[in-house]
């Protein structure tokens, strides 16, 4: 039985779980990450107005009048955005469950609040249980890094190229948990895809 996040051999005790604890662990921090006053989810909302970012004043390039607000981090904070992702899955979980609809209280911070904790305290039986954890991982892995993003942080992860055997460049990261080629279909974990070979450049 194999982690169905980064695809490795899942220990004795894991045997019938989704993933791993490394993975479980990985998707509890990127949760925490989002909720609180100090959280990634609260940043953005401080930083949609054009400029707020970089330390100087909004300039328009053109003679039209620039947006009120940026478009990125607006849409992060707005409905439809990071709240609204957390508890489509928090729904999901609780139809599984037999749990009856979670209820929505105070303003989005609050309620991001709310369903980021309830997501981390049903998230031992989701990694043992629900079959598209996978899916909920890489997606809270995402929120992470455009939340991060959004709010001036951290920068895209840089990927490396690397080649697969039958010729196809695959592009990785450092937090890539596994990655399957799209020319010959075979699956590498994240210790199979850091040990291929890095791609050569190609001649301009």
């Not at 930083?47 to 990125?72: E, F, K, Q």
């Amino acid at each position: 039985m194999t982690c169905t996040v980064c695809l490795r051999d899942l220990y004795a005790d894991e045997l019938n779980h989704q993933a791993c604890r490394p993975c479980t662990d990985r998707v509890d921090q990127h949760l925490a990450a989002l909720a609180g006053p100090t959280g990634l989810y609260a940043q953005p909302a401080g930083n949609l107005h054009p400029g707020s970012g970089s330390g100087g004043p909004a300039v328009s390039g053109s003679r039209t009048a620039p947006l009120p607000v940026r478009l990125d981090p607006l849409s992060l904070a707005a409905r439809g955005g990071i709240v609204t992702i957390l508890q489509t899955w928090l729904i999901d979980w609780h139809d599984l469950l037999g749990y009856r609809h979670p209820r929505w209280d105070g303003d989005l911070q609050q309620q991001c609040d709310q369903v980021v904790n309830r997501l981390r305290v049903l998230l031992p039986w989701a990694a043992e249980a629900h079959g598209a954890f996978d899916e909920f991982a890489r997606e809270i892995s995402q929120l992470r890094r455009q939340a991060e993003a959004a709010s001036g942080g951290e920068r895209p992860p840089r990927r490396v190229p690397v080649a697969c055997p039958c010729g196809q460049i695959l592009r990785i990261t450092l937090d890539t948990p596994g990655v399957k080629c799209p020319g010959c279909s075979t699956q590498y974990g994240h210790d199979e895809a850091f040990g291929l070979p890095l791609a050569e450049r190609r001649a301009a």
